[in-house]
């Protein structure tokens, strides 16, 4: 049963409640975590440095090309 005034069903709150979504490897919002370990690396050149923790990979620009780097395997 639905309430008139648009906010939802009865006894399950009005949906505006925020909640923590989490996916079945447990990274929020469906994203992947690689955790602390591995390496940066460059889409363009190859070039490769090693994950600093804390910090996006994609915050760092790759020492060769100047490339932002992604998250290597």
Do not use: W, Y
Request: aromatic share 2%.
């Amino acid at each position: 049963m639905f309430k008139r005034d648009g906010t939802g069903p009865i006894d399950q709150g009005s949906g505006t409640e925020s909640r923590i979504i989490t996916d079945s490897r447990g990274g929020k919002m469906g994203g992947i975590g690689a955790g602390p370990n591995g390496d940066c690396e460059c889409p363009k050149c190859g070039e490769k440095v090693a994950h600093q923790r804390g910090v996006p990979c994609t915050s760092i620009s790759c020492p060769k090309c100047n490339t932002t780097m992604l998250r290597g395997e």
